[in-house]
């Protein structure tokens, strides 16, 4: 296929959703807290004044306030990284003015829209096992996109065909309709391009455009192994889902398979930037273990936990069961 189609990193490649709504500081509700955290202490370096409105949601004074950010401008330069998900920033202020009195602490937190003390969870090392049994087969995806996930425990992923596992049971005409398509572009033929790449999503790939790049791929559907997150209709439905789209979203995953369901999407457990992905949706109370399947302690500990701290759908005393809702809906109850 020459140079028309290849393979790129794009792992630090960060779609915007458009359907992401604007905090109070202008920017997408993904990266409000850390993109306004930021700006706001780089404004105080240069004019020393702490941003307006924040009297409103703390109870000392400005001067107070001051000094609150004179640490956290330090304590900012010196992490290194720099915070760069809400969660590391968060954590950022409240160990940074762990002396301060908490209404102040959780003030702060409130006005950047950042996760407060009691929300946030201790993650484990993240690394798989080297040979975890009963693995079949590993894969290594393309950065995601926010639209990829369904819900709190179901993603849509692209492994470039360039990979070594995927490079060599491409069909033959895939490939084909691929590089006619990258010609049909060259000439500004869009309706035969549009009508190839319809035939290669039909086949169960995509041509994707990254960092200028065309890259073809193949569609898989994950299952997260050994959770069951709530339906979309039901009760934390929709924070499950936002949970998990902000830990993927932009991200290339590791993903190892271990089955396929019924439904034809690949059971496996999903590693993304050193986090496994289904410990901080089961230690933040936005999914239940599925014992049914799956035995590992570890995941039962961390929804005990949760239960035990009454985290995200563990608030109520007895929450439904997912696989009970949608038996129900199956027979019509």
Not at 35 to 48: C, G, P, Q, R
Not at 290 to 304: S, V
Request: hydrophobic content about 35%.
């Amino acid at each position: 296929m020459g140079n028309a189609l290849r393979i790129i990193c794009g792992c630090c490649w960060e779609p915007t959703s458009g359907s992401d709504s604007l905090g109070h500081h202008g920017v997408t509700a993904t990266n409000v807290g850390v993109s306004a955290l930021a700006h706001d202490l780089y404004t105080f370096e240069i004019t020393s004044q702490v941003p307006e409105g924040l009297s409103k949601h703390v109870v000392s004074s400005k001067k107070a306030q001051t000094n609150w950010y004179k640490k956290l401008s330090g304590a900012w330069r010196e992490t290194k990284p720099p915070p760069k998900t809400p969660e590391e920033a968060s954590r950022l202020i409240i160990q940074t003015l762990n002396r301060h009195q908490k209404a102040d602490v959780e003030g702060l937190l409130a006005f950047y829209d950042l996760p407060l003390p009691h929300t946030l969870v201790e993650l484990t090392d993240g690394t798989p096992p080297s040979h975890p049994q009963g693995l079949k087969f590993e894969l290594h995806t393309l950065p995601v996109d926010a639209k990829a996930v369904a819900d709190g425990d179901t993603i849509t992923v692209f492994v470039s065909t360039m990979d070594p596992r995927e490079s060599s049971c491409v069909p033959g005409d895939v490939q084909v309709a691929a590089v006619q398509r990258s010609e049909a572009r060259a000439v500004k033929n869009y309706e035969e391009a549009d009508a190839l790449h319809k035939q290669i999503i039909d086949a169960g790939y995509r041509v994707l455009k990254i960092q200028n790049e065309e890259i073809l791929a193949r569609k898989y559907r994950i299952r997260l192994r050994g959770i069951d997150a709530p339906e979309g209709q039901m009760p934390y439905g929709n924070e499950a889902k936002e949970e998990l789209t902000k830990i993927v979203q932009g991200k290339c995953l590791r993903v190892l398979v271990f089955d396929e369901d019924r439904y034809r999407r690949l059971v496996g457990d999903v590693y993304c930037n050193g986090i496994f992905v289904q410990e901080p949706m089961l230690k933040k109370g936005l999914a239940w273990h599925y014992t049914a399947y799956d035995k590992r302690p570890e995941l039962a500990k961390w929804e005990k936990d949760a239960r035990a701290k009454r985290i995200g759908l563990w608030a109520a005393s007895n929450p439904e069961m997912p696989w009970e809702w949608r038996k129900d809906r199956r027979e019509g109850r």
